[in-house]
């Protein structure tokens, strides 16, 4: 009962309490409820004074932007004013001066009718005064006029040739003169120097034991480099010294290359003489067109073919009577140069003509045309002006002069030539001879090389093993012999050697 008593005590006090909590709680929901309230209103109040400010600053605004808007629109409406007044006075000026323009018009028109009037009038007059004159002077208006122009050409003509031979006359008298003034200014202003091209070239060497390498064991290494150049080589009791002896410049240079090459490397022997030919002989080649490009370029000569440009450095190479022939080329161009300024021409035009007038001398083929001839015939297969291969052609007349470019190639080649000690006509001759020996040889079946060596006193002509026997070869030294001896004139005698060589190469793999 006691516990009862208590769980009823302790459920009743519970109950109590509760309801003591709930209506603190109630209250202070009541309180913080007006709280709230209260601070609503206050924001409300609050918000709506805000909103009421910012109505008014807008409603403000707008008033200002109003009024400046209507501002300027009395601004545009008065200039819009002003502008249709200033219309509205052009206007009636241009009506104004439109009246005056047709006031004018109708005057001039009027002007135009009396004066066309006047002019049939007159028209009319001259008529009858043209027929009045036929009919007095028995010819008509047109046939008068050509008398007229005729007895006035008559008058021209003669004042004409009177002018033109009093030009003639002064023309005689200060000719002379003024060619040579310029033929001594154009020499004067062009230096050139001249060495004549020997036939011999010196190779130095370090020690006399080179020499015996050069030859090799039993002379094979020395005879191999002749047969492979066809340059002498003569090695005597001079010190440090080999002569390279042929009449082919290109030849020789390629013994001295090659020579040289030799010496430096240290091995001699024929397998590699025969590699280092081929290499110096494609070198030299290479080196050709390296020597016509040059100069070409120090020419300031533009726009040639490449196989010019090849023919001009083979002029290194090739001698016209002792002179060298690039060397006399360039001169010549030079002097073309300057004479065609002084005479008021094309100096590049007459430059390269002067450049190019010998280039038939270069190539082997067709030897039975003169040079001047060839020369035209390869400048016109390449392309060159119609002028400049005329004057190619025609510094020898054997074809007629066409312009004048022509008369001054002619000229500054004899000028050339004719300096002191410039060629020397015997170096040309037995060069002459010696490529004449070397074509004979080569005119028979089977050759594939010739050499003119020891100054033309032998003749080495090389033959394909697989294209001439023994007895063939023997048959071509004999008939060359005679053959030299009948067609040709030569001091001394010449030794025909016919080299027949068998090689049979096969490779170890």
Same mark, same amino acid.
């Given at each position: 009962?006691?516990?009862?008593?208590?769980?009823?005590?302790?459920?009743?006090?519970?109950?109590?309490?509760?309801?003591?909590?709930?209506?603190?709680?109630?209250?202070?929901?009541?309180?913080?409820?007006?709280?709230?309230?209260?601070?609503?209103?206050?924001?409300?109040?609050?918000?709506?004074?805000?909103?009421?400010?910012?109505?008014?600053?807008?409603?403000?605004?707008?008033?200002?932007?109003?009024?400046?808007?209507?501002?300027?629109?009395?601004?545009?409406?008065?200039?819009?004013?002003?502008?249709?007044?200033?219309?509205?006075?052009?206007?009636?000026?241009? &009506?104004?001066?439109?009246?005056?323009?047709?006031?004018?018009?109708?005057?001039?028109?009027?002007?135009?009718?009396?004066?066309?009037?006047?002019?049939?009038?007159?028209?009319?007059?001259?008529?009858?005064?043209?027929?009045?004159?036929?009919?007095?002077?028995?010819?008509?208006?047109?046939?008068?006029?050509?008398?007229?122009?005729?007895?006035?050409?008559?008058?021209?003509? /003669?004042?004409?040739?009177?002018?033109?031979?009093?030009?003639?006359?002064?023309?005689?008298?200060?000719?002379?003169?003024?060619?040579?003034?310029?033929?001594?200014?154009?020499?004067?202003?062009?230096?050139?120097?001249?060495?004549?091209?020997?036939?011999?070239?010196?190779?130095?060497?370090?020690?006399?034991?080179?020499?015996?390498?050069?030859?090799?064991?039993?002379? $094979?290494?020395?005879?191999?480099?002749?047969?492979?150049?066809?340059?002498?080589?003569?090695?005597?009791?001079?010190?440090?010294? +080999?002569?390279?002896?042929?009449?082919?410049?290109?030849?020789?240079?390629?013994?001295?290359?090659?020579?040289?090459?030799?010496?430096?490397?240290?091995?001699?022997?024929?397998?590699?003489?025969?590699?280092?030919?081929?290499?110096?002989?494609?070198?030299?080649?290479?080196?050709?067109?390296?020597?016509?490009?040059?100069?070409?370029?120090?020419?300031?000569?533009?726009?040639?073919?490449?196989?010019?440009?090849?023919?001009?450095?083979?002029?290194?190479?090739?001698? /016209?009577?002792?002179?060298?022939?690039? &060397?006399?080329?360039?001169?010549?161009?030079?002097?073309?140069?300057?004479?065609?300024?002084?005479?008021?021409?094309?100096?590049?035009?007459?430059?390269?003509?002067?450049?190019?007038?010998? +280039?038939?001398?270069?190539?082997?083929?067709?030897?039975?045309?003169?040079?001047?001839?060839?020369?035209?015939?390869?400048?016109?297969?390449?392309?060159?002006?119609?002028?400049?291969?005329?004057?190619?052609?025609?510094?020898?007349?054997?074809?007629?002069?066409?312009?004048?470019?022509?008369?001054?190639?002619?000229?500054?080649?004899?000028?050339?030539?004719? $300096?002191?000690?410039?060629?020397?006509?015997?170096?040309?001759?037995?060069?002459?001879?010696?490529?004449?020996?070397?074509?004979?040889?080569?005119?028979?079946?089977?050759?594939?090389?010739?050499?003119?060596?020891?100054?033309?006193?032998?003749? $080495?002509?090389?033959?394909?093993?697989?294209?001439?026997?023994?007895?063939?070869?023997?048959? +071509?030294?004999?008939?060359?012999?005679?053959?030299?001896?009948?067609?040709?004139?030569?001091?001394?005698?010449?030794?025909?050697?016919?080299?027949?060589?068998?090689?049979?190469?096969?490779?170890?793999?």
């Amino acid at each position: 009962m006691i516990i009862l008593a208590a769980i009823a005590g302790i459920v009743a006090g519970v109950l109590i309490a509760s309801t003591i909590l709930r209506k603190a709680i109630q209250k202070k929901s009541e309180l913080l409820l007006k709280a709230a309230e209260e601070k609503a209103e206050m924001l409300k109040k609050d918000k709506i004074l805000e909103a009421k400010e910012k109505f008014l600053q807008m409603k403000a605004d707008y008033e200002n932007t109003f009024q400046e808007k209507n501002k300027e629109i009395l601004k545009n409406e008065n200039r819009l004013k002003q502008k249709e007044a200033s219309l509205s006075q052009k206007f009636e000026d241009l &009506q104004r001066k439109q009246k005056e323009v047709t006031a004018i018009k109708d005057n001039l028109n009027t002007q135009l009718e009396l004066l066309n009037k006047k002019q049939a009038d007159l028209d009319k007059a001259l008529k009858q005064q043209v027929e009045q004159l036929e009919e007095i002077s028995g010819m008509s208006a047109s046939e008068a006029k050509e008398q007229l122009i005729e007895a006035l050409k008559d008058e021209a003509k /003669s004042e004409a040739m009177i002018h033109i031979k009093d030009i003639v006359e002064e023309a005689k008298l200060t000719a002379n003169t003024e060619a040579k003034k310029v033929v001594i200014e154009t020499i004067q202003r062009t230096a050139a120097e001249h060495a004549i091209e020997n036939s011999v070239s010196v190779f130095n060497i370090e020690s006399e034991e080179i020499k015996g390498r050069i030859i090799g064991r039993e002379g $094979r290494n020395i005879r191999t480099l002749e047969a492979l150049t066809g340059i002498e080589i003569v090695i005597d009791d001079s010190p440090d010294a +080999i002569i390279l002896s042929g009449f082919d410049p290109v030849r020789r240079e390629i013994a001295r290359l090659s020579l040289q090459k030799l010496v430096t490397d240290g091995r001699i022997h024929p397998a590699r003489i025969e590699e280092v030919v081929a290499k110096t002989r494609k070198q030299i080649e290479q080196e050709i067109v390296e020597t016509g490009k040059r100069t070409a370029i120090d020419l300031g000569i533009h726009g040639l073919h490449p196989e010019l440009i090849r023919m001009i450095g083979k002029m290194k190479y090739r001698s /016209s009577y002792g002179q060298n022939l690039l &060397q006399h080329s360039k001169e010549v161009a030079n002097l073309c140069a300057t004479m065609a300024a002084e005479l008021g021409l094309n100096p590049k035009k007459a430059k390269r003509a002067g450049l190019l007038h010998d +280039i038939g001398k270069v190539p082997d083929n067709e030897p039975e045309l003169p040079h001047a001839i060839l020369g035209m015939k390869l400048a016109e297969r390449y392309k060159e002006p119609a002028d400049i291969c005329n004057a190619i052609g025609a510094h020898h007349d054997e074809v007629e002069m066409e312009s004048l470019i022509a008369p001054i190639v002619q000229v500054c080649d004899a000028i050339s030539g004719a $300096r002191p000690g410039a060629r020397r006509e015997v170096v040309e001759a037995y060069i002459q001879r010696l490529n004449h020996l070397e074509e004979l040889a080569l005119s028979y079946p089977g050759v594939v090389k010739t050499y003119a060596i020891q100054a033309g006193r032998e003749l $080495r002509v090389i033959v394909g093993a697989d294209k001439v026997s023994d007895d063939e070869a023997n048959k +071509i030294s004999y008939d060359l012999s005679k053959k030299i001896q009948d067609e040709m004139t030569y001091p001394g005698q010449i030794k025909i050697t016919v080299i027949r060589e068998t090689r049979a190469i096969s490779f170890a793999k």
